[in-house]
Antibody, heavy 114, light 108 residues
Framework: QVQLQESGPGLVKPSQTLSLTCTVS??????????WSWIRQHPGKGLEWIGY???????YYNPSLKSRVTISVDTSKNQFSLKLSSVTAADTAVYYC??????WGQGTMVTVSS | DIQLTQSPSFLSASVGDRVTITCRAS??????LAWYQQKPGKAPKLLIY???TLQSGVPSRFSGSGSGTEFTLTISSLQPEDFATYYC??????????FGQGTKLEIK
């Protein structure tokens, strides 16, 4: 049974880079032709699509975040990662990783504060 | 960008009620629409994809319909575990797969 688990710092200082990793267990990130996504949810708000990556490495980003976002994949570790640069308090949110549309991680809360 | 507007934003209903949530797209998206259920502190759970296909394991009281710009999620007989927030998501406008703003379903 495939599972996804987000990991990374829960607190990031303003202007720094937020870095999160999603570890895929129970299956290979390289198989099945899926895309692997990052989505976030501001406290008490709706869902915002950040971007996704195919196992091949092709990436696609939300235009509103594109200048600050990098998503990468490490097939040897069965992981994919999110980097969001120059963060502000507005980037405080729960960050989810997902496989396609059918499988999500539990989410990790990231707070941007000094 | 394609915008999705859900209505209503809040819905109060009782166990056993039939409820319908609507999702309208700002332009046609064929049947590239998914519905999710989210409970507090949990990740969204896929209920329906391709507008009307029930995800494996999801109770049959959930159903979806529509195409183009108007879609509905119907719960035929509300159960206590169905009180949650529901989101639609369009998967037509590559590569930005936007979500609706959500519909919070509360117990009356």
């Amino acid at each position: 049974q495939v599972q996804l688990q987000e990991s990374g710092p829960g607190l990031v200082k303003p202007s720094q880079t937020l870095s999160l990793t999603c570890t895929v267990s129970g299956g290979s990130i390289s198989s099945g032709g899926y895309y692997w996504s990052w989505i976030r949810q501001h406290p008490g708000k709706g869902l915002e699509w950040i971007g996704y990556i195919y196992y091949s490495g092709s990436t696609y980003y939300n235009p509103s975040l594109k200048s600050r976002v990098t998503i990468s994949v490490d097939t040897s570790k069965n992981q994919f990662s999110l980097k969001l640069s120059s963060v502000t308090a507005a980037d405080t949110a729960v960050y989810y990783c997902a496989r396609g549309i059918d499988l999500w991680g539990q989410g990790t809360m990231v707070t941007v504060s000094s | 960008d394609i915008q999705l507007t859900q209505s209503p934003s809040f819905l109060s209903a009782s166990v056993g009620d039939r409820v319908t949530i609507t999702c309208r797209a700002s332009q046609g998206i064929s049947s590239y629409l998914a519905w999710y259920q989210q409970k507090p502190g949990k990740a969204p759970k896929l209920l329906i994809y391709a507008a009307s296909t029930l995800q494996s394991g999801v109770p049959s009281r959930f159903s979806g319909s529509g195409s183009g710009t108007e879609f509905t999620l119907t719960i035929s007989s509300l159960q206590p575990e169905d009180f949650a927030t529901y989101y639609c998501q369009q998967l037509n406008s590559y590569p930005l797969y936007t979500f609706g703003q959500g519909t919070k379903l509360e117990i009356k």
